[in-house]
């Protein structure tokens, strides 16, 4: 698929993968809406890339369709790429017995209320507005691509919430692929490794933490980069064969129990 002249939104897209993704995507020629909570930031790289920044939290569905409405105007709507994400971890149980310590169930379901119900709304709105544009060579009109992780298979200690989530989005992507095939518009995972993002913070902890983690990468033995999952999310969308498909991009890592 040709991406020049397209409309695309990210959500998530102000920091990370999503940044990265948006700066690629605007450099094949789609206009992009960058659709994150992160206003200063959002608005800096919608500035530099030449989109637009819609503030919009992935749980709220009237600024999902703010940002839709945006992107339309744009150009015609081709591209979602759900980035938007947090991060949790809390085991299950707690050590002292009482049921006030077992796992927090408001952000276990804040984590799958953002990452996975999050992800299906922007699906189901966006998708909507592709479907009624005009088809291209073979009846093609758009493209969607979700962030999972790894954690949707190699889920850590204390990960539950977030491989859940992650795992929803797995496991939705071949049915919904299938539900949008009569509309042209295909559906792709793609499930990172450990990329050295904002979402592990900033400052010493986080960069003794980040050499810690990049232990486990089989090759190469670093962080990924953004740009190296900005790549495969945009051979995702410009590739028209590819289809209800997760693919890993993690360095070969298979994440152990801590
Ligand atoms: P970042 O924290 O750098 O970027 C995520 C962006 O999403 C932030 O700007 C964040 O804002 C925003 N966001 C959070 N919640 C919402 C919401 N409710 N509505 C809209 N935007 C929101 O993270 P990454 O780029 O690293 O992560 C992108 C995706 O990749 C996530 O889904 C993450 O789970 C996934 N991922 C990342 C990995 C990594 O190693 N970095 C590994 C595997 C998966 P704010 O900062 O305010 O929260």
Not at 167 to 175: F, N, W
Request: glycine share 12%; with cysteine; proline share 3%.
């Amino acid at each position: 698929m040709d991406l020049n002249g397209v409309s695309a939104i990210v959500t998530g897209g102000a920091s990370g993968i999503g940044a990265a993704t948006a700066r690629l995507l605007a450099s094949k020629g789609a206009k992009v809406v960058v659709a994150d909570l992160q206003e200063d930031r959002g608005t800096a790289l919608a500035t530099e890339i030449g989109g637009a920044f819609c503030r919009v939290d992935v749980t709220k569905t009237d600024e999902i369709v703010n940002a839709i409405e945006m992107a339309k105007s744009m150009g015609p709507l081709r591209v979602l790429v759900n980035s938007a994400g947090i991060g949790w971890a809390q085991r299950t149980i707690g050590k002292d017995g009482s049921y006030d310590s077992a796992a927090n169930l408001d952000a276990f379901k804040k984590v799958i209320a953002i990452n996975l119900v999050g992800t299906f709304d922007c699906i189901r709105l966006a998708a909507t507005a592709m479907s009624t544009t005009e088809p291209l060579e073979y009846g093609e009109r758009g493209a969607i691509v979700n962030i999972a992780s790894v954690a949707a298979f190699d889920g850590q200690i204390g990960q539950a919430s977030y491989s859940a989530s992650k795992g929803g989005v797995v496991g939705m992507t071949l049915p919904i692929a299938r539900d949008l095939s009569a509309s042209g518009i295909r559906v792709n995972t793609v499930a990172p490794g450990l990329i050295d993002t904002p979402i592990y913070g900033q400052g010493e902890g986080s960069e003794a933490f980040k050499a810690n983690l990049e232990k486990g990468v089989l090759f190469p033995h670093r962080l990924g980069e953004g740009t190296e999952l900005a790549s495969m999310v945009v051979e995702c969308i410009t590739n028209s064969y590819m289809n209800a498909e997760t693919i890993r991009v993690d360095g070969g890592i298979r994440m152990p129990p801590k």
